[in-house]
Each structure stands twice: as structure tokens, then as C-alpha cells.
């Protein structure tokens, strides 16, 4: 790269600041969305720069996403119209209320046509910037999911950080000592994270700490008097909150990688070219740690795609269980109150999440195995 492009792409840093400083205080947005967003745009500038070919494989997948999602939101619309009623029905339970009320009330939000025009008005109205409007909760369906989306990324990132830290070294160590004692030990762990529920883990965490003294905070995302915290201890407090969401949800998670983990490495680790390079007088850290584990990784970052979208799902119950108010706890409130363009919302980004967390995983395979080409 030309020292010309080094400048460019060097002070495009100054532009990401303004535009995050931008949304953040002049548009209303919240901080983390708007970082996410400004660094994604920002990046795909800096890629025609520095890779055009890679800019232009994300753009095709970009491209692909939005057929997905709009089926998606599809088949989302068409199941929640399966369910007897809406939300109006619990309103015609009121002595108070006039059927006619609710009626005016169905046609006003649109729910008295069919789900096919609703779903087309939906995207219409899309298009235009509005997500809808939750009675349930009488506001903006996209300022709801904005303030509890942020709030289930911080989850999801701190259980990723802390799934794929321990299961790689994890499954390595399993399938370097296979059927030893240090392979048993991470194999009962394995099978403990894989067969125990979240919501029951959750719940057995939670009465542990209750009864030895509430040395964990057992529920909420922070303390009552977080006001009047410093900067460190509003971020100590947060994290003493999210300790048992995330212990709960990284356990499962690292289990399944830990199992894919080792039998990757089991499978590498008996190819020929290991037992030539073992042949060959070549340390066994070195066999393990650079020649097995480029091609045993690869695998794992397929499965980072999806990652995204199982965390989510796992979280819903965890957050009902532990009142972290996040977008899993606010899904299952609006599936249980058929709150209809609640759910849709939520929908889109759940879907989002996955196609994106699919791209990068496309991203970082191109990066770490030479033998893949975007073309």
C-alpha cells in the first residue's frame, strides 16, 4: 500500500469519531449501536483501499442478506397470525372496554387485514424508517430494541470472549492427552455444560449465592445506587452483574466448542503430514500449536457464524431468569402478549446478527486459510 493510502486510511480515524460523536449526541442514538454502525461503514470505506477484492466479496454477501431477512420477517408474520387473537384480545376480557373500542384500535394499528398486506405495509413502512409501535409497552419498536440490544451484545461478546478463550486451549489439551486423566476431566466438563439447561443452571447459581451471604448480585444489570458510583465502579458493578448470566450461558457454549475443538485436533493430529513433521525431528509444541492448529481452527470459524444467533436464543431464558433487561427477555414478553410488530422487530435484528456473525466468519476463514479465494 502506497504511502498515500497509509494517510487516507490513518485519517479516516478522525471521521470516525465525528460520525459516532454525531449519532451518538445529535441523532439520539445509543453509543454502542452507533459504534457498531460507524465502525461498519467506515471499514467497508477502508477496504477499497486496502483489499477491493474483499470490499467487494462483503458487499455480495451484504447483498444476500436482505432476501433472507425479508423471508424471515415472512414466516415470522405468517406464524404469530397462527396464534389465536392479539393483543387487543385481552383487552375485550375488561368490562370497561367496548368491543368496538378494540376494533377501532385493531384497524388503527392495522391488524384487521390479512398477514400478507400487513407484511408488505410492514416493509413499506420500513423503508421509510418506521419499525412500528408497540402498544404493549407504548413506545417506538426500534428506540425498544436499541436500548435492550445493547444490552444483550454486552452479554453476548463477554460469553464469546469467554467461550472461545477456554475452549481452544481446552479442546487442545483433551486431544493431545487423549483418554488420560486431563481428557477425562475436560470431557465430564464437556458432557456437565452440554447436558444441564441454562434456566436451571441459572436458577441453582442464584439460590447458591442467596444462601451463603449474597455475595453476588442476583439479578438487574446494575445496583440501585449506581448513581453515585465512580466511572471503575459502575464498570466493577456491571460486571459483578453479569457474572452469572454469562457464566450460565459461556458454560453451554464452551462445552460444544471444547467437544468440536478436540475432535478436530484428533483428526489433524493423525494426518500424515503431522507424522512426517513429527518424523522429521520437529518439537511436538510446534507440531500442535502451528501446524495442526492452522488447519483444526477452521472449522471453528465456520462455527463462530453461528454463534451469534445461538447466544441469543440462549439468553432469552437467562435474562427472564436473572431480570437482565436485555432483547431476550423483551422477546419472550412480547411472544407471550402477541405483541406483533415487537416480535418482527426483534426478529429482524436476531437475524441480523447471525447473517452478520456469518459474514465475519466468511471474513476471518478468508484471512486465516490461504486457500480460500474471494472471487
Avoid at 454477501?61 to 384480545?89: E, K, N, W, Y
Avoid at 486423566?181 to 442464584?206: H, K
Amino acid at each position: 500500500m502506497t504511502d498515500k493510502k497509509k494517510m487516507m486510511v490513518r485519517g479516516s480515524y478522525v471521521l470516525d469519531v465525528l460520525l459516532w460523536a454525531l449519532l451518538t449526541f445529535s441523532a439520539g442514538w445509543g453509543w454502542f449501536l452507533a459504534l457498531i454502525v460507524v465502525e461498519s461503514v467506515m471499514w467497508l470505506v477502508r477496504l477499497a483501499w486496502l483489499s477491493p477484492m474483499m470490499l467487494k466479496f462483503i458487499l455480495r454477501r451484504l447483498l444476500h442478506m436482505l432476501p433472507i431477512i425479508i423471508a424471515v420477517v415472512a414466516i415470522g408474520f405468517g406464524l404469530i397470525q397462527l396464534a389465536p387473537g392479539d393483543i387487543f384480545s385481552q383487552m375485550l376480557l375488561n368490562p370497561d372496554i367496548r368491543p368496538e373500542d378494540v376494533e377501532t384500535m385493531r384497524k388503527a394499528f392495522g391488524l384487521d387485514q390479512p398477514w400478507y398486506v400487513q407484511f408488505f405495509k410492514y416493509l413499506w413502512n420500513v423503508l421509510h424508517g418506521d419499525f412500528g409501535f408497540s402498544q404493549n409497552f407504548k413506545a417506538p419498536v426500534f428506540v425498544l430494541v436499541n436500548q435492550r440490544a445493547a444490552n444483550t451484545l454486552i452479554l453476548s461478546f463477554a460469553t464469546i470472549l469467554i467461550a472461545w478463550g477456554f475452549s481452544i486451549p481446552a479442546g487442545i489439551y483433551a486431544a493431545t492427552r487423549q483418554y488420560k486423566v486431563g481428557d477425562q476431566v475436560v470431557s465430564v466438563f464437556a458432557f456437565f455444560g452440554l447436558s444441564i439447561p441454562n434456566y436451571f443452571l441459572a436458577f441453582l447459581l442464584i439460590f447458591m449465592v442467596s444462601s451463603t451471604g449474597n455475595w453476588l448480585p442476583v439479578g438487574g444489570m446494575y445496583s440501585v445506587h449506581i448513581s453515585s458510583m465512580s466511572w471503575f465502579g459502575r464498570s466493577w458493578d456491571l460486571i459483578k452483574h453479569m457474572f452469572i448470566p454469562v457464566f450460565v450461558i459461556a458454560t453451554s457454549a464452551t462445552a460444544g466448542l471444547t467437544r468440536i475443538m478436540r475432535a478436530n485436533m484428533l483428526e489433524i493430529l493423525g494426518q500424515q503430514y503431522i507424522t512426517t513433521a513429527r518424523a522429521k525431528g520437529i518439537k511436538e509444541s510446534k507440531v500442535v500449536w502451528k501446524h495442526a492448529l492452522r488447519n483444526a481452527i477452521n472449522p471453528m470459524i465456520t462455527i463462530f457464524g453461528f454463534q451469534f444467533g445461538a447466544i441469543l436464543g440462549g439468553a432469552a431464558l437467562t435474562e427472564q431468569v436473572t431480570a437482565w433487561p436485555g432483547l431476550g427477555k423483551l422477546i419472550l414478553r412480547a411472544i407471550l402478549t402477541q405483541d406483533l410488530y415487537l416480535v418482527v422487530g426483534s426478529l429482524i435484528y436476531g437475524v441480523g446478527l447471525l447473517v452478520i456473525g456469518n459474514l465475519i466468519a466468511d471474513i476471518l476463514l478468508a484471512i486465516v486459510d490461504p486457500r480460500v479465494r474471494i472471487g
